[in-house]
């Protein structure tokens, strides 16, 4: 693990927390519409997208293919308007996938509609993120690929048909296939075949996305998803706020007795951070909707947790930290999939919770943190943005955390830490 020199000392308060948290735009919805409209039938707008690495990330391979990407108003340090034109998709591209999902996994299909090569290759963790199954059934359908994990090199063109695969790693290996499926000739019917899938919601949010782009897809039968060749059409879109990034910050509330509102909390949304409106709930939260957005407010009492977090594993870290610091034992399960994540989340947690005095244990499918007082030390953030946030939570109860390398937060939040002081600062 590399040495980061500059720990953060994570912030203690002593009195509640009363905030309003405005939060950039949902790393998976901006992902998802900066490729749909890179796919699209003409040119098209996403607003409010999210700027952070991942999705500098995704703009630049979208570039590096053939679209065009302009900024098409103000831009601010986590947030922008693109105006997209679609190009032709290209070959001879190179591609960096950082350490973001989405743009390994949703990337390659795209990149399989050029006629020529693509090579892509992430940071040194990527290398070991799954992504055989999505390899192999892009080879399955006519691709060379020569490889089953990063760095690989692709070469088109599919033409789509019928594939079957085992999703159960991660969601994304579907997402990524059925985004690009309607620019197949013969569009594209996608198999699971293996233990459960997780993070069902993100399916789902591909599956309206690509819907309201005007895309035909049939998910009525489990684990099977037939989505139709045809246009992908060119409109605008407004991202919603990031809900999982809202999960560290309405831990706040629960942890000081405090209040904390997020504003523009979608009334519908596919996206799985709507659960923390139950999950916060049972932690001993408060959780109502406000003029103002969706307030979480809290006793300075965090109660223990049995929950399955399968679909909504990206919540993990964060209900890890609350976990640590309960009046009674929490289980959190349906989750072994964390450990093919931005790093292994089970260990990287069981670790850091253990090294501030934590009783912390890995399960089969998840972990278990038990009651026990905590004291100050360095939380490792294993480059891993939840992991890091997951610190600042058990640091406001805990004083002496430290945190190493915060700016990993960039993957999703570049103003982190200057989110997380004007949000202790706020109600003073
Ligand atoms: O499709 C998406 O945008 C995502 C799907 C999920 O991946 P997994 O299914 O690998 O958990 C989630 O954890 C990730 O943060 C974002
Ligand atoms: C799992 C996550 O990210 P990725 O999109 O890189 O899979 C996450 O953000 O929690």
């Given amino acids: ?232 059409a060119a409109r605008e879109l407004t991202v919603e706020p990031d809900l999982s990034n809202a999960a560290p910050f309405l831990a706040a509330a629960l942890v000081t007795g405090g209040t904390v509102t997020i504003p523009g909390w979608p009334e519908h949304t596919t996206q799985p951070g709507d659960v923390l409106r139950d999950l916060l709930t049972r932690m001993g939260g408060e959780v109502r909707r406000t003029q103002g957005g969706l307030a979480v407010t809290g006793t300075g009492r965090v109660h223990g947790i049995d929950a399955d977090l399968r679909d909504v594993g990206e919540l993990t870290p964060a209900i890890a930290a609350l976990a640590a610091l309960a009046d009674g034992p929490s289980t959190l399960r349906g989750i072994a999939h964390l450990r093919g994540h931005e790093t292994d989340r089970l260990a990287a947690l069981v670790t850091e919770i253990t090294r501030l005095g934590g009783d912390a244990e890995e399960t089969p499918d998840g972990i278990t943190v038990r009651p026990r007082p905590l004291h100050g030390g360095l939380f490792h953030s294993y480059d891993d943005h939840r992991m890091a946030t997951a610190g600042a939570v058990i640091g406001l109860a805990v004083p002496g955390v430290r945190v190493e390398n915060i700016a990993t937060t960039a993957k999703t939040l570049p103003r982190f830490p200057g989110m997380w002081a004007e949000m202790l600062e706020d109600g003073r």
């Fill in 1 to 232: 693990m590399p040495a980061h020199p500059d720990p953060w000392p994570a912030p203690t308060v002593r009195e509640p927390v009363v905030a309003t948290v405005p939060l950039p735009g949902s790393k998976s919805v901006t992902n998802r519409a900066l490729l749909l409209a890179a796919l699209a039938d003409g040119p098209g707008t996403v607003l409010g997208a999210l700027r952070s690495r991942d999705a500098d990330l995704m703009a630049a391979a979208l570039r590096e293919l053939g679209a065009t990407m302009e900024p098409a108003g103000e831009t601010s340090a986590d947030g922008v308007d693109w105006a997209i034109t679609p190009g032709p998709v290209r070959g001879g591209a190179r591609i960096d996938v950082g350490l973001a999902g989405t743009v390994m996994r949703f990337v390659p299909p795209m990149a399989a509609l050029a006629g020529g090569e693509v090579f892509f290759d992430g940071d040194p963790h990527a290398r070991k993120r799954p992504m055989g199954p999505i390899l192999r059934a892009l080879r399955a359908l006519g691709a060379q690929v020569d490889g089953d994990a990063l760095p690989f090199t692709i070469r088109g063109p599919v033409r789509g048909g019928e594939v079957t695969l085992d999703a159960s790693a991660s969601s994304q290996l579907v997402s990524g296939l059925l985004l690009c499926a309607p620019r197949f000739d013969k569009g594209l019917t996608v198999r699971h075949d293996g233990p459960p899938v997780p993070s069902a919601p993100h399916i789902r949010m591909t599956v309206e996305m690509l819907r309201a782009a005007g895309v035909r897809v049939d998910d009525t039968e489990r684990d099977v998803w037939r989505v139709e060749p045809g246009p992908i």
